[in-house]
Each structure stands twice: as C-alpha cells, then as structure tokens.
C-alpha cells in the first residue's frame, strides 16, 4: 500500500499535500474505495480515497504506532548537490532523526541567498525517501549551521576522525549503546580542521576513528548509520 | 601521493595506461622527479616521474605489501547506470575483492550488445576508486551471469533475503566471520523470486534477514559491507 505524510487531520480524514493528491489521482490513477496508508504525528493509518468534487483522505483504521528506540542525529559537512541528496536519502533510508547541516572551514560549498530552495529540495527529499522505505516519521534538517551551534547538553556526541587512532567505533560501542540520543559528527572533505575538532572535542564530542578504509566524505555517514542499525538488531 | 596501477613492469619501470600518463602530465603538472605511488600485482612501489621524448615510470623503493585478510566477493543484479556506479564504487572503498553482476528475474535493466562497454566502463570505475581509496588490488568484476553460474565450492555463502525472519547477520556473524572468503547475494528491486531464493538455498547460500528496515537495492550492498567491515575491525 502506498504511503503519504498528512500535514493535518481534520475529524475523520487527513490533509495530505497538494503534490502527494497528484500522485494518487494522476500518477497512481487511483479511484474511489482504494486504500492507501498515511503518518501522522507518528502513527500510521489505514485510509480509504474518496475522488469527487475534491479528494478525500478517510480514516479506516490505525495500523501502528511505534517509535525509534534510539534517536540519531547526523551533523554533515554542507555537499555539493548530488552528494548531499545520497547522503540524505540514505540517512533516512537508515533511521536518522534529525539532520544538522553544517558549514565547516573545509566545505566546498558556499551557502547564500539560495538556503531556503535548497532546504526545501532537502525537505522533500527525506520525505520521498521516508515514505518509499515506510517510515512513521521524517527526518527533521535544521537550518545550515556553524560548528558553534553544535551545543547539545544530553546523549552521546561523537566526531568521526582521521586523527584519532586508540578510540574507535568498535570498542566504543557499549558507551555509544548506553545513550538513548546519539549525536555523530561528519566532518568535509579534506577532513576538519585541527581546531574544529578540538573545539568540538570541548563541547564534548569525542572523536573516534572508522578503522583504516580511506571513505569518500558521502560514504561515511552511510559505514556509521549501517553499523549503528546493526548493533541495535535483536 | 597520487595513487595508479600499473599494467606492467618492466625492469626498472613500470607501464601505465595512456590515461594515467595524460592524468600525470596534464591533469596533474607533474614534473620529472616528481614522486606517484604505483600498484603492481599487489605491491605498492613509490616511483619517480620521469618525462623527456616519453614518460618513464621508475622504480624508487617498496612501501607495502599487504592483503585483506578476508575475500568478499558481492554478487549484485545489473542496475541501472547511476545506481550500478554507485554500488560499484562504494563496494570498492568498503573492500570487495570481486563484484558478479547477475541478471535475475526482476532485473529491468536488459543486457545485450552493449555488455562489453559496461563492463569497460565498470571496470574504469573501480580502478578509479580503488586509486582513490588507496587499495593495493582492484576488485575483479566478473562478465554478467545467471544464477546458475553461481556454483562455488568454498567459502560462506550468504543470501539477503526479505523472506527469513530467523537468522539474521547478527547471530549469523560468528559463522560468516569463521571463513577467509564470503560471497553475498544481494537480489534486485522487488527481490529474488521464490524459485530464485530457492535454488541458491540448494546451491548452499543460507538466508539471512538484514533486520527491519526498508532499504533501496543499492543500499543494500553498502549496510553489509560496512558491518564486515567493522565486525574484522580490530
């Protein structure tokens, strides 16, 4: 069954996006009696179409409500555009919650006047991905930020380094699971500077090492997110 | 350094592509005396350039001779153009020694006549990254096959598969690890028919479940390989 993020509920059917009305009429070809899932708030419905006048989104029944045991949150270098797009569908492919776009002295990329249109290429490409990989939630992406904002006082904060070589992800693992809020940093290409890390290395972030593969700066949130979702298999 | 294989050695000198000499003199301005790293039949020599009426590539010392201490071979279907690409160069940074595209039933992309240019155009794809991500060995891509081909009689044979709800490649992993050389089949979009699934099973490939997530054909490959790779972490 197809699934769609609803932007409101009203009584007993939803308000899905102009967009996702054309896709069940024009792209899906849908007809009235068809059913199809949509999110919202975190819980996921069974809904029946109703094409008339308008279309309608009615309620039928609630399929499940459930949410991630551990909350992920992915600190990224600013990419250029198709790089960035990957990195963004597969962190959500990948159960990421939140998304924090960072400018960093390294980055290629000089955000402008254009961040709101690229924010909202990002918006809709998380949502696509959360609703193709069936997710009850979208990942949340903050406004482009610097290093300084990256203040968080709970969960666990790690930087993935170059520099680092007796800490890696393998034997931090027990820590890293110990946290229910996991906070990873991924730094440019060319890597962080030395004084980016160690600023990040006072705000609390500790760096651990990847192990010894030279990783393009788009694979490495992908390494991280995989082995994460594998520790956290039962 | 900048990284290249070479062809052949020859005496004192090593043959490289005419691409990696027009990449030497052209992309990269080098200058004679300047130092490249090179790669031959597994050892990685540091050389000098040496450009006159022909470039020389001359032989300075030995920096390394090492070898994976595990064979991954990754059995992928052939997919379309940027997703094959991208499975192909990812799998390269995460270590796969051999890659064998395989048509299966679900597979939309259709391979004719124009076999021979994909592979050229794959093959140039891995050299590059393996460059890149400094490897001493190139993956060896393997001409498209069917399942049938797949008869193998060492190693752990694994199979994703959407079906197994049992064993998953975390309580898996102990026997996987057990073994010098794996290979692993990842099915296509829609995923390995019933027949297909089947037939490996008798073939001796075991299915395993890569957990609860919904993950994109071409995620696939990458999520096992970056587990591997963190499991033989040390």
């Known amino acids: 069954m197809q699934r769609?993020?609803?932007?409101?509920?009203?009584?007993n059917s939803f308000v899905l996006a102009d967009s996702d009305l054309h896709h069940i009429c024009h792209v899906m070809r849908m007809k009235s009696?068809?059913?199809?899932?949509?999110?919202?708030e975190r819980v996921l419905y069974k809904c029946k179409v109703d094409i008339g006048a308008n279309v309608n989104i009615l309620f039928d029944s609630v399929m499940d409500?459930?949410?991630?045991?551990?909350?992920?949150?992915?600190?990224v270098p600013v990419l250029k555009e198709q790089k960035m797009?990957?990195?963004?569908?597969?962190?959500?492919?990948?159960?990421?919650?939140r998304i924090i776009p960072v400018v960093f002295e390294?980055?290629?990329?000089?955000?402008?006047?254009k961040e709101s249109r690229k924010l909202d290429r990002w918006n809709r490409i998380v949502k696509e991905a959360s609703e193709q990989c069936k997710r009850i939630s979208v990942p949340i992406i903050d406004n482009v930020c610097s290093i300084s904002d990256l203040n968080f006082s709970d969960g666990v904060k790690l930087v993935c380094s170059t520099r680092e070589n007796s800490k890696n992800i393998k034997n931090m693992m027990h820590n890293i699971l110990e946290c229910a809020k996991m906070y990873i940093v991924v730094g440019p290409e060319g890597g962080l500077s030395l004084d980016e890390e160690q600023v990040l290395n006072e705000m609390?972030?500790?760096?651990?090492?990847?192990?010894?593969r030279i990783m393009?700066?788009?694979?490495v949130p992908l390494f991280v997110l995989s082995i994460?979702?594998?520790e956290m298999m039962e």
């Not at 009696?33 to 919202?40: Q, T, W, Y």
């Not at 980055?107 to 006047?113: H, P």
């Open 228 to 230: 994460l979702n594998y």
């Open 65 to 75: 409500s459930h949410d991630e045991s551990h909350s992920i949150v992915l600190v």
């Open 85 to 97: 797009d990957l990195v963004l569908q597969k962190a959500t492919e990948l159960g990421v919650s």
């Open 106 to 113: 390294r980055c290629v990329v000089k955000v402008n006047d």
């Open 216 to 219: 393009r700066v788009e694979t």
């Open 204 to 212: 609390g972030f500790v760096s651990i090492s990847l192990g010894n």
């Open 33 to 40: 009696g068809d059913f199809i899932e949509v999110v919202f």
């Open 4 to 11: 769609y993020f609803a932007v409101d509920k009203c009584n």
